[in-house]
Structures are given as C-alpha cells and as structure tokens.
C-alpha cells in the first residue's frame, strides 16, 4: 500500500491511486477509522461510526477487481450530518426526540453518492434539528473545534467539518438553512458549498426550514467541493422545489463586486469586523486585482432587514415541520393519561431549549392576528432582498464578503446570550432567503498564537456554482 499523508489527500488523488492500484477502498476505511478512535474522543464530531463501512469498502473493492472502472467517488470516505437519511441507521437530528428513529430508506443524496462509489463512515453531531451556530444545542453533547478544543466548531454542521478539518473523514454532507455549512467550514478552515435552492435534493432531508434549507459539500479545497457537488445535483421527483441543472459559470475575469454593507473598500474595513477578517478581504481584493478581475463597490440596501426577516421566516417553518414529532408518528415518547398531555409532555420533555425556543416564535408570528404584522411583512423584505440580488447582479458576476465577523468564539460565549448567537448568521442569511448558492474558502489565520482559520464569503446569481468553483480556485492557487 502506498504511504498516505492524509492531509494532502484529495478525491482525484484517492481515484487516481485506485485506479493505478496504490490502495484499495478496505485499507482507506481502516486508515481513517484509526483517525477517529486516536481523535475523536477529545473532539466529538460523531455520534455513530458504521462498522458495516468495511463492508461498503469490500464490495467496491470486488467490483473493481471484477473489472469495473472506479466511479468518480471510489473508496471516498463520507461523514453524513445527523439530519440525512441512510437506510436502516439511526437518525436523531441530534435530539432525545428522535434518539432511536431508523430511516426507512436513503435520501436522493445519499443514493447519489453511493452510486459514485462513496462509503460512509458515520453520522456526525450538529446542533438540534440544525438549530444553531455552534453545535452546542445537540442532545448528545458539544462538539469542539479541532483548532483549540475550548472554541466551538460552528453550527450547525459542526460535526461534519470537524470530522473533516481532522482529518478524520475526507468529505462531508451538511445542511445549510440560514449559513450552517458555511459558518462551520470558516471556523474549521475548510471549503463549504450552500448550492442555489433547487439545485440539489432536499429528499430525505430532516426538514427545518423547507423554503431555506439546502444539502451541501463540505470538503477540504474546492476541487473536492465541486466533484460532490457534480453527483448529487440535478433535479429529482421525488422534491418538486428541485430543478433540472446545467452548471453555469462566467468568463475568466469576474467581476467582483464589494457589498458596502458588508465591508467599506474605502476604509479597508467595517465597524464590528475583526481586524483579521478585513486584512483577509483586502488580501483577497488584491489577488483578484492582480489577475486584472475588476472590483467595484455595490450595494445590498435590504441587506439590513435580513437578519431580522431570516429570524420570522425561519421559527414560522419551524413551528410546521416540528409540529410532526407529537410522541404518536415518530420516535420517543412521554407517558400521560390523555393525548393532550402526552403531546405536550413529549414536546415538553424531549424538545430542547432552542428548538422550543423556535417553535414557539414561530407560532406566534403564524397566530390569527400577528401573521401579517410578522410573517406577511417578513415575506415582502424577503422579496426586497431577492431583488437587490437580481439587480446586482446585472453589474457584476459574483460577490466578495466575510463569511463570518470574526474567528470561532469560545464553547459557552454566547449560548445564554440568544440574540448575540444570532448575529453569528449575519453575513450568510441572505443567500438562504434569495436563493443564491454561496461558498465559503479559507483563506487566512489569525494573527495571535491561536491561528484560528479565517473564511471569505462568494456569492454568485441563482445556478452560477461553476463562477464560484472558478474564483475559488483563482484565490485558492494564488493564496
């Protein structure tokens, strides 16, 4: 077997040594199963490790062996977020509420995958029903950022990047509704892709938010992020919000546009963005202005009302699609004498803080007499948002912006302050309510001891991944 060095291994390197015979698909789950028990006892990112990932290897070992060329994901060792549906294993959405439910059946993600020759190695820890942004709110306990184990891991597909910034997976699914692959993939400098709404399948997806949520790649440089993200797009019947899908991108010069709500090219900054974040931005600036790609300062002007709209919208779907676990149709349940009080028992005992949290906020902007005063005028900054994108757009081909206001912050900081984790989301709930698909790359480290990665945001029109693949890569060669 050829000697591995894990943190240089990419998908095409495991395709082009499969197909060249440097190793099998057995011997690459072994390597990384070692990785996790050396690992992931002092990180957390797992919940379960399937041991049937022997198997999965072994049967495309057989295959190819039999004669058969290796598929464009062959032997690829997978993390899956709690939250994705895999035949017969346990899914929990990291909640006591769903702590002993087994899918039914795959989700179109995951039979995608699997028919590329992916092997999943096991479902990774998130915050519950992908409600937060630090992976804090799990039922199952904290996940730690690999970078400094007192810092969170971003949320909240924080297991799934953890997984793969320590190298204890090469690539991960996670689901991004208002920024949770994006945020965790800063945190734990690694690529996170959020795809336009549509381009891929939400089938077999824990809903959250079905009007915002989107499965993503996380992965370790852009080309792993764009190999996933070429098997499991495209439209599917069985998710009527999925459309047909044919990879666009712009010319070899972009045009970049600046967001002045997001950073000042005139101060080099903005108020309330880490001194790290903006010598991040205007590096990148000056790479993209070396390659001759134009920069220009644009605006988002209903940029400032999608915290606030993301905050309505979001509970509002929340309260519909949790309103499914009552004890009665799926996983656990409380005793009581009547229904009433086995619902409100079960929801009352198995739900966690936030996701009650969240379901009671999103109750009360539906209720008869709030719902136009919240969720009617939520819906209408919605629209204003979409449209400042279409506008943009017409000017420039992809947008430049911090992917999160400063560096992971530390386990404990902000999870009694509510409102201060929600501004965590600032800079990446836009893309969720209009729809645009958004990557987040690394692309510095602190300046302290520490080194904690940095992330930069781009942001590209609806079905324009190909634009982000190619900046990403114009930055990541030239960093």
């Known amino acids: 077997m050829a000697k591995i060095n894990l943190s ?19 011997e690459l789950v072994e390597i990384y199963h070692r990785q996790i028990e050396e690992k992931d006892k002092d990180i957390h990112a797992y919940l379960e490790i399937f041991q049937d990932a022997y198997q999965q290897a072994e049967e495309l070992d057989k ?29 929990s959405a990291a909640s006591k509420i769903l702590e002993s439910y087994h899918a039914s059946y795959d989700a179109s993600v995951i039979k995608k995958l699997r028919a590329a020759g992916a092997v999943f190695l096991g479902r990774t820890n998130m915050d519950e029903f992908a409600m937060g942004s630090s992976c804090e709110n799990s039922a199952f306990g904290q996940t730690k950022n690999p970078y400094d184990l007192e810092r969170v891991p971003g949320g909240s597909s924080g297991g799934s990047a953890a997984a793969v910034a320590s190298q204890m997976c090469l690539a991960a699914l996670g689901s991004d509704t208002g920024g949770s692959v994006r945020e965790p993939a800063a945190f734990c400098g690694i690529v996170g892709l959020k795809p ?8 077999g997806l824990i809903a959250m938010a079905s009007s915002l949520d989107q499965i993503g790649p996380l992965a370790k440089n852009i080309g792993d992020a764009e190999a996933i993200f070429n098997v499991i797009k495209g439209r599917d019947p069985k998710d009527s919000t999925s459309a047909d899908y044919k990879i666009k991108k712009c010319g070899a ?14 101060e080099k900054g903005k108020k309330g963005l880490d001194q790290d974040v903006s010598a991040a931005i205007n590096r990148a600036i000056e790479i993209l202005r070396s390659l001759d790609c134009e920069i220009k300062e644009v605006s988002l002007p209903s940029s400032e009302y999608a915290l606030a709209c993301y905050y309505i919208v979001m509970p509002a779907e929340v309260s519909s699609n949790l309103a499914r676990y009552d004890g009665v149709r799926f996983g656990q349940r409380a005793q009581g004498k ?5 619902y409100a028992k079960t929801r009352g005992e198995l739900l966690g803080q936030e996701a009650r949290r969240r379901v009671i906020l999103g109750t009360y902007a539906l209720s008869a007499g709030y719902y136009e005063a919240y969720y009617g005028r939520a819906q209408k900054a919605r629209w204003l948002i979409k449209k400042d994108f279409e506008k943009v757009f017409q000017d420039v081909d992809i947008l430049l912006s911090p992917t999160t206001a400063a560096p992971a912050f530390k386990l404990g900081e902000k999870s009694l302050d509510p409102l201060s984790m929600y501004l965590s989301d600032i800079f990446t709930v836009p893309a969720n309510l209009a729809g645009v698909p958004a990557l987040s790359l690394p692309f510095s480290q602190t300046g302290d001891e520490k080194r904690l990665p940095i992330g930069i945001q781009l942001t590209a029109p609806w079905f324009y991944e190909g634009t982000l693949f190619e900046t990403g890569k114009l930055l990541e060669k030239n960093n």
Not at 253 to 265: H, I, N, W
């Open 8 to 26: 240089e291994l990419s998908i095409a390197k495991v395709r082009e040594l499969s197909i060249f015979g440097g190793f099998s698909a057995r």
């Open 63 to 91: 295959r190819v062996k039999q004669g058969e060329s290796p598929a464009e994901l062959f032997g690829v060792p997978f993390a899956v977020k709690d939250n994705i549906l895999i035949k017969d294993k346990k899914v």
């Open 196 to 203: 336009t709404y549509g381009a891929v399948s939400r089938f």
């Open 253 to 266: 010069k972009p045009r970049v546009g600046v967001p002045k709500e997001f950073f000042s090219l005139k």
């Open 338 to 342: 009547i229904l009433e009080e086995i």
